[in-house]
Nanobody, 115 residues
Framework: VQLVESGGGLVQPGGSLRLSCAGSGFTFSRYVMNWYRQAPGKERELVATISIPGGSTNYADSVKGRFTISRDNAKNTVYLQMNSLKPEDTAVYSC?????????WGQGTQVTVSS
């Protein structure tokens, strides 16, 4: 089982990034997919969730209206489109696959928002 994130980097405030998380070794379409983030000295935060089968979404209040989670089950990939980025969005972003108490994690990708 593997989850591999990509797309992180350094961006100026107000900018955008799109994170991707590619899964393998499990039946991706049967798993709820989540994006988490953890900033230095802070607890890990659930940022966004996309469910199955209908793909309904939920967001943390801190990112609502700025971030969009989506999934492409044909490509075994979940995305996080991040717009209007703020310095407080700086964190390591990790994807997570969840199904009936079974969890898989990616290694994370760094997002830094700074001028």
């Amino acid at each position: 089982v593997q989850l591999v994130e990509s797309g992180g980097g350094l961006v100026q405030p107000g900018g955008s990034l799109r994170l991707s998380c590619a899964g393998s070794g499990f039946t991706f379409s049967r798993y709820v997919m989540n994006w988490y983030r953890q900033a230095p000295g802070k607890e890990r935060e659930l940022v966004a969730t996309i469910s199955i089968p209908g793909g309904s979404t939920n967001y943390a209040d801190s990112v609502k209206g700025r971030f969009t989670i989506s999934r492409d089950n044909a490509k075994n990939t979940v995305y996080l489109q991040m717009n209007s980025l703020k310095p407080e969005d700086t964190a390591v972003y990790s994807c997570n696959a969840a199904r009936y108490g079974q969890f898989y994690w990616g290694q994370g990708t760094q997002v830094t928002v700074s001028s």
